[in-house]
């Protein structure tokens, strides 16, 4: 139907295409999950930027969007206004040379233009927070990637992390934004897998001991698992620390997500 009445002087998809950059203004193009829902929680998302190796593992980001709008949640973006460590060429997954992107400009992709600067969320307007992984996480959101158990976290982050959990308030992570927790909330049991590579399918499996390094306590689960650290209430689960099939990490998502959800009460 929008196509016919497109359809004229110029051709439909160009016409679409019009019409398109017409509808997104900075700010209007929200998710569909994003309207406020009676009764279910609030849910905070802090992402790192946006592609595997220098922000937010999309998949992890799209899988937690997924599982919280089905449980009924309502949802607002975070990220902070920094520049990035650096860009990766994901098809080389080199640095790209004389490249720079800021961090939540990267981020709006995935939230789809509906963000906020990580400085204005307060553990007050939420009654959880989930950080997704990828390798932003441990080199935008902390410097784990170069100073490993020396490493330092952006201070909106820390400040979000230890808010939440002074009030007492559900903290999700997957993949390798465990190391966020433990690094803040010392103590804090979480896991990114196994602790051994197993021949390759967990390839990353000597986080687990920058994990203790760190000062957290890591707990070995399988990728369609969840951890939950129910005094500290932080849930983690492995997502792409492990080889898999994808919907394996989905499911290990959802155990988290839902878990997370649980520990609301709502």
């Not at 902390?142 to 976290?153: I, L, P």
């Not at 897998?193 to 890591?218: D, F, M, N, S, V």
């Amino acid at each position: 139907m929008l196509l016919g009445r497109l359809a004229g002087s110029r051709p439909p998809l160009a016409a679409l295409g019009l019409l398109l950059l017409r509808r997104v203004p900075a700010g209007h193009a929200p998710l569909h999950c994003s309207a406020q829902r009676l009764g279910g929680a609030r849910v905070a998302v802090v992402l790192s930027g946006c592609g595997v190796y220098d922000g937010t593992e999309i998949h992890e980001a799209s899988a937690i969007l997924v599982h919280l709008s089905r449980g009924g949640a309502s949802i607002q973006m975070y990220a902070p206004n920094i520049s990035q460590m650096h860009v990766i060429d994901h098809t080389k997954g080199q640095p790209a040379e004389g490249e720079s992107r800021n961090v939540l400009t990267e981020s709006a992709r995935i939230a789809r233009g509906k963000i906020s600067d990580l400085g204005k969320l307060t553990a007050n307007d939420f009654d959880a927070v989930i950080f997704p992984g990828g390798f932003g996480a441990a080199k935008n959101l902390s410097t784990f990637a170069v100073d490993g158990k020396d490493c330092k976290v952006n201070g909106d982050v820390e400040r979000v992390l230890k808010d939440f959990h002074k009030a007492g308030k559900p903290i999700g992570l997957c993949c390798i934004s465990p190391i966020l927790a433990a690094k803040v909330l010392p103590g804090t049991e979480v896991t990114v897998g196994h602790e051994e590579e197993q021949g390759g399918k967990w390839p990353y499996a000597g986080t687990a001991g920058a994990i203790k390094a760190l000062g957290g306590k890591h707990q070995i689960k399988e990728v369609t698992e969840a951890h939950v650290d129910t005094k500290n209430k932080v849930v983690t689960t492995p997502a792409f620390m492990c080889e898999t099939e994808l919907h394996h990490i989905f499911d290990g998502i959802g155990a988290m997500v839902k878990n997370v959800l649980k520990l609301t009460g709502k």
